[in-house]
Nanobody
Framework: VQLQACGGGLVQTGDSLRLSCAASGRTFSNNGMGWFRQAPGKEREFVAAISSGGGSTRYADSVKGRFTISRDNAKNTVYLQMNSLKPEDTAVYYC??????????????????WGQGTLVTVSS
């Protein structure tokens, strides 16, 4: 499984961005997916996760109400819609796949494959 994340960029406070993560392979619809982020000098943290069918989602408290995770299994793609961005959202964002496990996971250790990351910078 290869994951290719894109959509990052430089935006201002209050702006929106949509990240995409395209996955290779035929088993995408069996995988729980997640987004994590790592800010400079900080540890990687959970952002959002979605079950294999898309019916269940989880969010970090810091993004709840502003970010929305979704997926299109026909396109092997998971999305992260980010609204009302804040400077503290600045980080490299990574998508991750839990191969063959379709539940919602929030711990990084539950994910088997990781994308290369896409940088989101929010200026004040």
């Amino acid at each position: 499984v290869q994951l290719q994340a894109c959509g990052g960029g430089l935006v201002q406070t209050g702006d929106s961005l949509r990240l995409s993560c395209a996955a290779s392979g035929r088993t995408f619809s069996n995988n729980g997916m997640g987004w994590f982020r790592q800010a400079p000098g900080k540890e990687r943290e959970f952002v959002a996760a979605i079950s294999s069918g898309g019916g269940s989602t989880r969010y970090a408290d810091s993004v709840k109400g502003r970010f929305t995770i979704s997926r299109d299994n026909a396109k092997n793609t998971v999305y992260l819609q980010m609204n009302s961005l804040k400077p503290e959202d600045t980080a490299v964002y990574y998508c991750a796949a839990a191969l063959g496990r379709g539940y919602v996971y929030t711990q990084g250790s539950r994910f088997d494959y990781w994308g290369q990351g896409t940088l989101v910078t929010v200026s004040s």
